[in-house]
Nanobody
Framework: QALLVERGGGTVQAGGSLRLSCFAGSSIADFDAMGWYRQAPGKQRELVATNTRAGSTNYADSVKGRFTVSRGNARNTVSLQMDSLKPEDTAVYYC?????????WGQGTQVTVSP
């Protein structure tokens, strides 16, 4: 079991920055992968960025060059630095963790980007 808790959502103007962080309370010392998904109103949940145990990263095309995902030294934390934010980035952002075939999700944090 794992409890994922996100921090850092809020409202920002277009062009601004926000940083999201997530802590996984769990006996799992090192998840296979951690990252972020998002869901905008009326749309399906989509991948934003993930970071694997080996250190490889994967980004949605829409955020490449603007967002950076990173794992903490403790290996049970993950952050998302979001720069040059656009109104289309507005969504609920969910922390994600995977360990073998088990997937864990945070409760979500709202990010709103005003024009």
């Amino acid at each position: 079991q794992a409890l994922l808790v996100e921090r850092g959502g809020g409202t920002v103007q277009a062009g601004g920055s926000l940083r999201l962080s997530c802590f996984a309370g769990s006996s799992i010392a090192d998840f296979d992968a951690m990252g972020w998904y998002r869901q905008a109103p009326g749309k399906q949940r989509e991948l934003v960025a993930t970071n694997t145990r080996a250190g490889s990263t994967n980004y949605a095309d829409s955020v490449k060059g603007r967002f950076t995902v990173s794992r903490g030294n403790a290996r049970n934390t993950v952050s998302l630095q979001m720069d040059s934010l656009k109104p289309e980035d507005t969504a609920v952002y969910y922390c994600y963790a995977r360990w073998y075939d088990n997937e864990y999700w945070g409760q979500g944090t709202q990010v709103t980007v005003s024009p």
